[in-house]
């Protein structure tokens, strides 16, 4: 199987802790969709699989297409792939552009699932980020996507937020329980470099929460989801069974996908490549025909495993190390079992079935842990 990924670099505000790519001016919105659906056309054999689980509408903001836009971008695609049963087919919308006409024409496309970002559902902190939508908003959208006939729904929250506590984040997880969400994407706050919100911390006006008091938070957050019947599959993703997202899983698992739009990536199991990030030398490369609107790197064996223990260590799946040894040889196997030994030792990483784990009391720390097992070649210095 494989997927594609569909970036919408348009926003209407800018969130203060954001940088993904994104425009507030929606001048050459058709353009650029346009050239987006030349992309899909000239790139139709990159997947050497054409049957697709997961299309994903990503962005900026994909809410803001229309109904008949998606419906466009899906037959587009559909020329040159075809759909598993039961595909998920995933748009990403924020509150403000939702409203029960709008839900109801999006539940007549073939999309099937929503990933709504809410972050909040209090009005402090949603002015401190910059959203553009309120905490009425953020709690509607919801139970008008329910009442559309959305069963699919995945909400966003930020967690660790300097104007919020451990008061407020349990209020947060205990709305998310009443409005019965199946899916939910819990990220720490990170204070990006160049965002406002970091020049707004360099200047004394925000004071970032404290790595315990973020962490704590985490854990409140595993807590609810044990008492609630969520599974955190992956550090920042939890579900009730049977709504784990397929794009989530597909990008840890290596799943190959097709990545369309300014700044989209896209992997084929060999090489990534990252489209520019910038939508006006997007469109131009697109409309003159010519291929140089991306770059691409090669993965060597150190990178595939490299990746693998990435991604696999943040899932409840880990890592297989009869995969390592099959894939990336013996030779690996043991350079990442003498890295995690340590680890082992301290209880932060165990093997069972054969798999290495990150154990549930190292879990806000993984990026830490998986950084000491990446594969150094010292050759390359
Ligand atoms: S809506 Fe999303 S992509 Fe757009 S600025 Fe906010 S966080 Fe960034």
């Not at 999309?111 to 009425?136: T, Y």
């Not at 579900?239 to 397929?246: D, I, Q, T």
Request: proline letters at 3%; glycine letters at 6%.
């Amino acid at each position: 199987m494989s997927g594609i990924y569909l970036h919408i670099p348009f926003c209407k505000q800018a969130c203060h802790y954001c940088d993904f790519h994104f425009s507030t001016s929606l001048k050459y919105k058709d353009e650029l969709l346009d050239a987006m659906h030349k992309e899909i056309a000239s790139r139709k054999d990159y997947l050497d699989d054409k049957k697709l689980d997961s299309i994903y509408f990503g962005g900026g903001t994909p809410s803001i297409l229309s109904p008949a836009e998606i419906n466009a971008f899906i037959d587009g695609i559909l020329k040159y792939f075809q759909l598993s049963e039961n595909a998920e087919i995933t748009l990403e919308a924020n509150p403000d552009d939702l409203t029960s006409a709008k839900l109801s024409a999006y539940r007549d496309t073939p999309v099937n699932r929503l990933s709504i970002g809410v972050q909040s559902f209090f009005n402090e902190d949603l002015l401190l980020m910059n959203r553009a939508h309120n905490a009425n908003e953020a709690d509607s959208c919801i139970k008008m996507a329910q009442d559309a006939g959305f069963h699919d729904i995945s909400i966003d929250l930020i967690y660790a937020l300097p104007s919020s506590g451990e008061e407020r984040w349990k209020q947060n997880l205990a709305k998310v329980a009443q409005l019965d969400v199946p899916h939910v994407s819990a990220y720490c706050l990170t204070i990006e470099p160049r965002t406002a919100l970091s020049h707004f911390v360099d200047k004394g006006k925000v004071v970032e929460l404290s790595d315990a008091d973020a962490e704590k938070q985490f854990h409140l957050l595993l807590e609810w989801a044990e008492q609630h019947g969520y599974r955190a599959y992956e550090i920042s993703n939890l579900a009730k069974p049977g709504h784990e997202a397929v794009h989530n899983s597909n990008y840890w698992k290596g799943v190959p996908y097709l990545g369309i739009g300014p700044s989209a990536h896209s992997f084929n199991g060999e090489s990534r490549q990252w489209n520019v990030r910038n939508n006006a030398r997007y469109i131009q490369t697109l409309e003159s025909g010519r291929g140089d609107y991306f770059e691409i790197e090669n993965l060597s064996t150190q990178d595939r495993l490299n990746e693998y223990l990435m991604t696999g260590l943040r899932t409840i799946w880990g890592c297989e190390l009869s995969h390592i040894r099959t894939q990336f040889g013996k030779e690996a196997e043991q350079y990442v079992l003498a890295a995690a030994h340590p680890f082992l030792r301290k209880e932060m990483l165990y093997i069972a079935n054969d798999r290495l784990l990150l154990s549930e009391s190292s879990r806000f720390l993984a990026d830490g842990v998986i950084s000491e097992l990446m594969w150094v070649d010292p050759r390359k210095g």
